[in-house]
Every structure is written in structure tokens, then in C-alpha cells.
């Protein structure tokens, strides 16, 4: 025993005389950090290996750092020096890293309320695919890209493009004239079973469509009056129209095409079972029986055209089309709202035809 205490007396001598070169301010870093370490081990007494904690490491680190290494090597630790200078570069990558994190990269999010008002279109029209529902934002004067309306759509589990054929026309004509006009009958039943033909005209370059009335018998003389009436508006409306695209149906009478001629205007006749030579009216037809014929009840003929009227208006004044930019045949497409006005949505629903058809606009 009293060898054992000699010896402790001289370690702690030649120890206490290694102290006496270190200045106050590492004696202290010493003395807290030993009382840490006895802090770390009576909290995991009985434990088979010490672990240190991040909140001591950050606190040993910060201690015992500014000493140089030989003092860290005659410390009594419980972790080798060199783990002491790792926590040290780990705490100074972590402060760097808060304050020069780099800014989140990408697009803002989209504006909460864009957001519903996409879901409100998509819940009260079920049958409008993204591109329909961009055009609408765009006729809202709301600038978002339609890939961000497939985005929100998808996430919320809702089919960006429903009822989609699996054939579509790929090959629409290239030209865009002025001078072109297409022509074609559409058919429709009344609840009583009687048939009845329609006949339309759209113009190419504006989208704008003339419907010349209905009849359950489309005779010569029918046919040959909306001839006229359809040389009459253009010839109101100093519209240029050099050709005019039809089929090869019978309804078409011989004096049909010389009124045209006289008028200026050559028929063109489209091949044998081709509709994409026509395809801007064949596109025009499915679009009118999509949004109106097959959703609604025809009672008669009175009724059916007054269904058409209705369509007309709002497919003349107010439905966007992508080939002219989402602006509407006779209206330009509004300029976009400043940010202020997205952020506080007022919109309000205008809808035709008991619902079948809605229209939207900002509250003036």
C-alpha cells in the first residue's frame, strides 16, 4: 500500500508541474471537459460501451479543439484525439451547410388557389381532359403550362386526358388560309325518332362556324338556299374565302357548287373515305357531338335549334382553341392577371343549356 501511494504522489507531481506552463483558459476547457466526461458516464453506468451523444460531441468539440494535439494526447479522454478533430470538421460542415444552404431549385409551387380552381373545372366537367382545362385558365387569363395542370390532375389521382379515343387525327391539314371554308351534314335523332341534318361551315383560320339550320329533309332547294346564305354572310363580313372542302355526299346539289362559283368560291371535293381531308370539320363535328348532341334529349326540331344557337355562341365567343392560342373565334384571348389578382380568385359560372355547357369569368 504505501508503495502504491508513493507512486501516485510522484505521477501527480511531475502532473501537477505539467500545469503549471498551460495558461488558465486551457486549464478550464480541461477541467470541463473531464466533468463532462463524468457526466456521460454516470448517466450510462452498467452500460457495455459509452456512446457519446451529438450534443456532446458538439460540446467536447468546441472544448477541447483549440488545444494543440500533444495536450489533447496527455488529456485523459475516452475517445482517441483523432475522433475529437472528426467531430470538430462534422460540426463546422453542418454550420456551413445551414447557413450557405443553396436555394431550393425548380419552379414555385402553384398558387393554392389555382390549385382548387382546377379541381372545380374538372369536378363540374368531367369529361374535360387537361388541355381542355388549360384553355379555360388561359380564356381566365391564368398563366400556367399545361404540363402543370397534367401535374396537379395526376396527383390527385384524377385522369388528365378521360374518354380519349385510341385514334386521333394526327395529320391535320398543314395550311392555315384565310381562304379556306369547310362544309359538312351532321345528323341527329329526336326523342320521337325522326332524323334530322344539320348543316355547318367552319372557317380554318379563324375556327368561327356558320350553322345554316336544321331539316328533316334536306332537299335541292334547301341545300341551294344555304348556298346563298352562306355567300350572303361572307360577302357581309368582306370575308376572302377562295375554296371550300366538302364530301362526296348526295345532299349536294349541281346548283349548290355554281352559287359558290359565282360567288368566287371553288369547291373542292375530298377523296373516297378520307375525312382528313376535311379533318378541321370532322373535328368540329365530334367536338358538337361530344358537348352537345350526345348529352342531350332532343325533343323536336324548334328544340334542336335552339340547342344549336346556343352552342354556336358559345363556341364562337367563348371556347379556346389551341390551334388559334386558346383565344376564341371572335374574341382575343385576355392578357394574363397580374400576381396580386391570382392570389384572391373570384370567379363565377355562367352556364348554358340547363349546365351542359359552362362558361367562366371574373367577378367585375
Known amino acids: 500500500m504505501l508503495l502504491r501511494l508513493a507512486y501516485l504522489t510522484v505521477t501527480n507531481l511531475f502532473a501537477a508541474l505539467r500545469l503549471l506552463p498551460m495558461s488558465d483558459r486551457d486549464k478550464d476547457a480541461e477541467i470541463l471537459a473531464l466533468r463532462h466526461q463524468l457526466t456521460v458516464l454516470e448517466r450510462q453506468l452498467g452500460a457495455v460501451r459509452v456512446r457519446f451523444a451529438p450534443e456532446d460531441r458538439a460540446l467536447l468539440a468546441a472544448l477541447l479543439v483549440p488545444l494543440s ?3 489533447l494526447r496527455r488529456l485523459r479522454l475516452l475517445v482517441r484525439p483523432d475522433t475529437l478533430l472528426r467531430w470538430h470538421r462534422d460540426l463546422i460542415k453542418r454550420r456551413h451547410a445551414r447557413t450557405c444552404r443553396p436555394k431550393k431549385p425548380g419552379r414555385p409551387p402553384t398558387v393554392r388557389s ?10 363540374e366537367n368531367p369529361s374535360w381532359g387537361y388541355r381542355r382545362v388549360h ?21 390527385e389521382g384524377i385522369d388528365p386526358a378521360p374518354d380519349r379515343a385510341a385514334t386521333t387525327w394526327t395529320d391535320f391539314l398543314r395550311s392555315q388560309a384565310n381562304a379556306l371554308l369547310a362544309c359538312d351534314f351532321i ?3 329526336t326523342l320521337t325518332g325522326r332524323r334530322q341534318y344539320i348543316l355547318a361551315v367552319i372557317e380554318h383560320a379563324t375556327r368561327r362556324v356558320r350553322i345554316f339550320g336544321t331539316t328533316a329533309h334536306p332537299t335541292a332547294a334547301w341545300v341551294t338556299q344555304a348556298a346563298r346564305n352562306l355567300a350572303m354572310d361572307l ?3 368582306k370575308a376572302s374565302v377562295a375554296y371550300l372542302i366538302r364530301d362526296r355526299e348526295a345532299k349536294y346539289p349541281d346548283l349548290f357548287d355554281e352559287i359558290l362559283s359565282n360567288a368566287g368560291i371553288q369547291v ?3 377523296g373516297v373515305r378520307i375525312p382528313r381531308m376535311n379533318a378541321h370539320m370532322e373535328r368540329w363535328v365530334q367536338t358538337c357531338r361530344h358537348e352537345l348532341l350526345d348529352r342531350t334529349l332532343i325533343w323536336n326540331e324548334r328544340h334542336l335549334r335552339y340547342a344549336l344557337r346556343q352552342f354556336k355562341l358559345h363556341y364562337n365567343l367563348h371556347r379556346p382553341h389551341q390551334a388559334i392560342h386558346q383565344a376564341a373565334p371572335l374574341r382575343a384571348a385576355p ?30
Open 69 to 71: 494535439r500533444q495536450a
Open 114 to 123: 389555382i390549385r382548387t380552381l382546377i379541381l372545380r373545372l374538372v369536378r
Open 135 to 155: 384553355g379555360e385558365l388561359a380564356n381566365l387569363g391564368i398563366e400556367i403550362a399545361a404540363s402543370t395542370v397534367w401535374e396537379i390532375l395526376t396527383c
Open 187 to 189: 345528323e341527329a335523332i
Open 235 to 237: 360577302a357581309d363580313t
Open 268 to 270: 373542292v371535293l375530298t
Open 335 to 364: 392578357e394574363p392577371l397580374p400576381r396580386a389578382q391570382i392570389s384572391h380568385l373570384d370567379v363565377r359560372r355562367r352556364d348554358r343549356l340547363g349546365g351542359i355547357l359552362n362558361e367562366y369569368r371574373h367577378v367585375a
